[in-house]
Nanobody
Framework: QVQLVESGGDLVQPGGSLRLSCAAS????????MGWYRQAPGKQRELVAR???????NYADSVRGRFTVSRDTAKSTVYLQMNSLKPEDTAVYSC???????????????WGQGTQVTVSS
């Protein structure tokens, strides 16, 4: 009933920039928190950044000052602007949204399929 589709992952050189997008579709009543997570090979998935429905944000220490999360609630879309990319940012990036589905009670987490970001020269 709800689908999240990411785009924007790519191969980029160190110091470069990328912008990820994640759009939700389906029978959506409302969306609360939107966020980005990443998982590098051999590592656990970690929170990168998230943004509440009120616009409050928080970031992982490793990306603060380089990445910016934003949202367009009318488009059910969350963005991640990534600047000054480093090789250690290489990972599969997945979006997450806390969504209330039409006709249902309560919110649930929904995940995108992930998009690969590779930072290498």
């Amino acid at each position: 009933q709800v689908q999240l589709v990411e785009s924007g992952g790519d191969l980029v050189q160190p110091g470069g920039s990328l912008r990820l997008s994640c759009a939700a579709s389906g029978s959506i009543e409302s969306i609360y928190t939107m966020g980005w997570y990443r998982q590098a090979p051999g590592k656990q998935r970690e929170l990168v950044a998230r943004i509440t429905s009120g616009g409050g944000t928080n970031y992982a220490d490793s990306v603060r000052g380089r990445f910016t999360v934003s949202r367009d609630t009318a488009k059910s879309t969350v963005y991640l602007q990534m600047n000054s990319l480093k090789p250690e940012d290489t990972a599969v990036y997945s979006c997450m949204m806390l969504i209330v589905v039409q006709g249902r009670f309560g919110a649930q987490n929904y995940w995108g399929q992930g998009t690969q970001v590779t930072v290498s020269s």
